[in-house]
């Protein structure tokens, strides 16, 4: 599928950033194995944890509806395998089956 040819399998370490406050939402990750940390800095002396990601788990959607700047910072906290997809290739697969773009803006909200 077009999808599968377009998203990058990668695998991060410990302790590295997926993505920072300001950088463009470009890709949207699906976890395979591993755990991600979405952190809010608040200020420079507090942080805030929005959530924890696991095997099977998409983050960063919220590009899909909203392509606005990244306000999160992406914290792999466990070694992770994970799928880099481009938000323009599952923009368009979701335009093709809205009922799977209904399930992941569901999952969105419910976070």
């Known amino acids: 599928s077009t999808l599968a040819s377009a998203a990058r399998l990668c695998q991060r370490s410990r302790g ?21 940390s979405s952190l809010y800095e608040a200020s420079a002396c507090r942080t805030i944890c929005l959530g924890y990601f696991g095997p099977g788990d998409i983050f960063g959607e919220s590009c899909l509806w909203h392509p606005a700047p990244r306000d999160d910072k992406a914290v792999v906290t466990v070694s992770a395998l994970l799928s880099v997809v481009p938000r323009v290739a599952l923009r368009l697969l979701l335009e093709d089956h809205p009922e799977l773009e209904r399930a992941v803006f569901m999952q969105w909200i419910a976070r």
């Open 16 to 36: 590295a950033i997926l993505h920072t406050p300001g950088d463009d939402p470009d890709h949207v990750y699906i976890l395979h194995g591993g755990r991600v």
